[in-house]
């Protein structure tokens, strides 16, 4: 089965810029997951869907990131403008239910702001 | 709020020697743990999970974690380790919504 596919792998951006990236789940998960790793610190979790639905956004910085999954399926963040501190790899990850299942995770999006 | 603390941010081990990765995680509430590996330049991968059950769990690559719910840990284990074992390992607590809260990460470096 496929994985979870992400793009692009890499992205270079000048500060203010925006930015997105995309990402599609294994088929058939409902819930969908996208985690930003700062270099040297473990992923966290900037937002969770459950289908096309929030689940969680708490720590989502809703004033220059906004993501959406809009059939259910594939879902893309945004981050506009782009502030120095948001270089890292960010993380899709998909499962079938939230709980107890496993979390498939993409090769992530390794984003240098300069 | 839950929390995961990785004791270790590097382990240099030798080949074939046993190995142990620390994880401690603060919850009052029952949780579920995990151990993901990200090898280089690839995505996190589950190595295993605990989630009811047997408190020792493990994986196909020889890997064990014991889940001890009296000391909040969830330890890695492994008696042989061989150099593709490099890797970071990042162990994960979640409770119900299955967000997962991820520790710093442990880098193991296995040399010949």
């Known amino acids: 089965e496929a994985g979870v596919a992400q793009s692009p792998r890499y992205k270079i951006i000048e500060k203010r810029q925006s930015v997105a990236f995309w990402c599609n789940p294994i088929?058939?998960?409902?819930?969908l997951y996208w985690y930003q790793q700062i270099l040297g610190q473990g992923p966290k979790l900037l937002i969770q869907f459950q289908n096309n639905g929030v689940v969680d956004d708490s720590q989502l910085p809703k004033d220059r990131f906004s993501a959406e999954r809009l059939k259910g399926v594939d879902s893309t963040l945004k981050i506009q403008p782009a502030k120095l501190e948001d270089s890292a790899v960010y993380l899709c990850?998909?499962?079938?239910?939230?709980?107890?299942?496993?979390?498939?995770f993409g090769q992530g999006t390794r984003l240098t702001v300069v | 709020a839950q929390s995961v603390t990785q004791l270790d941010s590097q382990v240099p081990v030798f080949e074939e020697a046993p190995v142990e990765l620390r994880c401690n995680y603060s919850s009052s509430v029952s949780v579920y743990l995990f151990w993901y590996v990200q090898y280089p330049n690839q995505g996190l991968q589950l190595l295993l999970k605990y989630l009811s059950g047997s408190t020792l769990v493990e994986s196909i690559n020889g890997f064990e974690a014991e889940f001890n719910k009296s000391q909040t840990s969830f330890h890695l284990r492994k008696p042989s380790v061989h150099i593709s074992d490099t890797a970071e390992y990042f162990c994960a607590v979640t409770r119900s919504q299955g967000n997962l809260i991820f520790g710093k990460g442990t880098k193991l470096s296995v040399k010949p």
């Open positions: 990850a998909s499962s079938l239910r939230p709980q107890g299942t496993e979390a498939f």
């Open positions: 088929s058939g998960h409902a819930t």
